[in-house]
């Protein structure tokens, strides 16, 4: 029996009773039951409301994520919104009405808002003069207003020439650009970084003049720069030798040359000498020697000599003169633009750990500038943030694999790249009505091998792990991709970096994050793994 045949026999069993002129308790019970009625199907109908409601939000949510993706070049978007809203309730479309209204703005980031509207008949609550029940359902989707900066840090390294890894690394980093370029609405929504590591990090050969290079002999008076002289820099290991065959500079300025044929070192060279006059070998033989103007064959002594007429001249001894070595340090336009980790020669400083964070170059000291070297396996030079696509793509194309792994300065300069200082330019000012997202993804196929000071990989993951808690401090979000192919053990030290930074929506910060870091088996992967993050960071969210 359906709701409206029940209330048209209670309305005839009521009408009987009033007739009844013995049953004034039933007709009152009768009249009574009429608000109870309607309050109890209240109740029913508010409920069946409400489950519209849910169904009218739920198809909401989804026209307006449908509209966002084709709202920019759309001109009938209120047509579409109905076309979509009504197929997903499996209802006819009834447009144009008043059933669902759209609003698409792009002041502060594009935004669209899907207001659908609709009515539901009561089935009890028209007892109370209530036909119907007004319901809508709200729905914003925002999009751009959350710009990004990535910095893309890239595995260069002689392993990467194995396995197909290059070849799919190229491929999955142009896929993620393209991924990248279809989400922004305007240039400057995404800015990227291109950071090819190996041991060392290229910064550009056309910087030679900058002063934020360190070429080898100290002249800061900072307490930090440990040594006046550092035998492994640039200056001393590039140049010429005035003695040939001496090189590097400290074999060069510890060798020299003797005025006297066969002496070999400073002591034997200063020890020897020559007389003026043949035979003689001492010094005192020498200067008690002499020769006669006159007739010396006979005069052999300065009194005879002088007797005779002649002019006498005594031996001269002449000391061996030792030439120490000079090294002259090539020009610097030679260099090829690598550098090495910052920090003192000796070893990473405590004091300022300018290879574990951001902070700027600074000419009085040593430590904080970028150490230049002459690396025979240069990698690619480093990309600025930049949203020039194509040029971005044709580095990517020319990377080469070749050298040893350190992870540590790849990341190190992916977290500079951000924030800018020294061979990398401030960052384009934040505008007020955008939010912003800084990412790194670190991608290698290797565990660490060398840095600067060390071939030891325990020391150097140690120096690394400081960097990626100052990096998740910095609220940035880290991804962590190991491509093993040979067997390598899992990276600790990667699944520990990986991490989220809070979210605009206020979602909290989360280091180490398991979801962040990508252990691949196969250089393939590197594709699908590039996607899965291309799609993460370009993801449409329901704001509202």
């Known amino acids: 029996m359906t709701a409206r045949i029940l209330l048209d026999h209670l309305y005839r069993c009521a009408r009987s009773f009033r007739r009844a002129d013995s049953g004034n308790v039933a007709l009152t019970f009768a009249i009574a039951m009429v608000p109870v009625i309607g309050l109890v199907g209240a109740a029913i109908d508010y409920s069946r409301a409400a489950a519209t ?7 909401a949510d989804t026209t307006a994520l449908m509209l966002s993706k084709i709202a920019s070049t759309e001109p009938d978007l209120e047509g579409k919104a109905c076309e979509y809203f009504f197929a997903l309730r499996a209802m006819e479309p009834r447009c144009p009405s008043d059933n669902i209204k759209t609003v698409y703005t792009t002041e502060g980031g594009s935004q669209i808002v899907v207001t659908a509207y ?24 925002k999009w751009g207003n959350t710009r990004l900066r990535v910095a893309l840090v890239l595995d260069n390294t002689g392993s990467m020439s194995s396995a197909g890894k290059m070849t799919a690394l190229k491929t999955a980093t142009k896929n993620l650009l393209d991924q990248l370029r279809a989400a922004t609405s305007k240039d400057g929504d995404i800015y990227i970084s291109v950071i090819p590591f190996v041991k060392d990090v290229n910064v550009g050969s056309s910087n030679y003049n900058a002063n934020w290079i360190y070429w080898g002999t100290a002249t800061g008076t900072n307490p930090q720069d440990s040594t006046k002289s550092d035998n492994n820099s640039w200056d001393a290991q590039n140049g010429s030798c005035s003695i040939s065959g001496k090189s590097p500079r400290n074999t060069c300025e510890s060798a020299g040359s003797c ?13 020897a000498g020559t007389c003026s006059i043949s035979g003689y070998s001492t010094q005192n033989t020498c200067q008690a020697a002499g020769t006669c103007s006159k007739n010396p064959n006979q005069n052999t002594t300065q009194s005879r000599c002088t007797s005779a007429g002649g002019t006498w001249s005594s031996g001269v001894w002449t000391t061996g003169k030792w030439t120490q070595g000079v090294w002259t340090p090539k020009n610097h336009s030679t260099w090829t633009g690598c550098v090495t980790d910052r920090g003192n020669p000796s070893g990473p400083n405590t004091t300022g750990n300018y290879d574990t964070n951001v902070s700027p170059p600074d000419a009085s000291i040593n430590a904080s500038l970028f150490a230049a070297e002459q690396y025979s396996s240069c990698p690619q030079a480093i990309m600025p943030l930049n949203y020039q696509w194509n040029d971005i793509k044709t580095m990517v194309d020319n990377m080469t694999a070749n050298g ?34 800084q990412v790194i993804i670190l991608m290698t196929d290797g565990l660490n091998t060398e840095n600067r000071w060390s071939k030891s990989a325990s020391s150097i993951d140690a120096r690394q792990k400081i960097t990626c808690d100052n990096i998740s401090a910095a609220n940035i979000t880290l991804y962590a991709i190991q491509v093993n192919t040979d067997g390598d053990p ?21 280091y180490p994050d398991p979801n962040k870091f990508f252990l691949l088996t196969s250089a393939d992967q590197l594709i699908t793994t590039f996607q899965k993050i291309g799609t993460e960071l370009s993801n449409l969210r329901i704001a509202q």
Do not use: E
């Not at 005025?259 to 020890?271: D, E, L, M, R, Y």
């Open 259 to 271: 005025s006297i044929s066969g002496k070999t070192s400073q002591s034997t060279c200063q020890s």
């Open 53 to 59: 409601r849910t169904a009218m939000q739920s198809a």
């Open 490 to 510: 899992t990276s600790k030290l990667l699944q520990n970096c990986a991490g989220t930074a809070q979210l605009p929506n206020g979602t909290p910060r989360v």
């Open 404 to 437: 040893n792994t350190n992870q540590a300065i790849g990341l190190a300069h992916g977290w500079m790249s951000l924030v800018g200082g020294g061979p990398y330019p401030d960052p384009p000012p934040m505008d007020s009505n955008y939010k912003y997202q």
């Open 118 to 141: 609709d009515t539901v008949p009561t089935d009890f609550m028209g007892i109370l003069g209530i036909d119907t029940i007004n319901v809508s359902a709200q729905s914003q989707v």
